[in-house]
């Protein structure tokens, strides 16, 4: 009786190794993927920064554009 119960001990822990293990390496993987999806969420924001910031220069830039055409315009006026 001893050694039934020795043998369905150890294949107890063998089955419960089998079964853990998987569900460790996955919750593994989970928390990885989810500290790489806040990475690229974090990277995205200061994208999104960058391109506003970028376009806020576009803007400026096509406001001096257009007084500069402006000032041209008048001097051809006055030839």
Not at 46 to 53: E, L, P, Q, S
Request: aromatic share 2%.
């Amino acid at each position: 009786m001893t050694n039934t119960l020795i043998v369905e001990a150890l294949g107890f822990i063998i089955a419960l190794i089998a079964i853990v293990g998987p569900i460790v390496r996955l919750n593994t993987n989970l928390a990885q993927l989810n500290a790489t999806l806040q990475a690229m969420a974090d990277d995205i924001a200061a994208h999104n920064k960058r391109i506003t910031k970028h376009g806020e220069q576009i803007d400026d830039l096509n406001v001096t554009v257009s007084e500069h055409k402006a000032r041209i315009k008048v001097l051809e006026d006055r030839r």
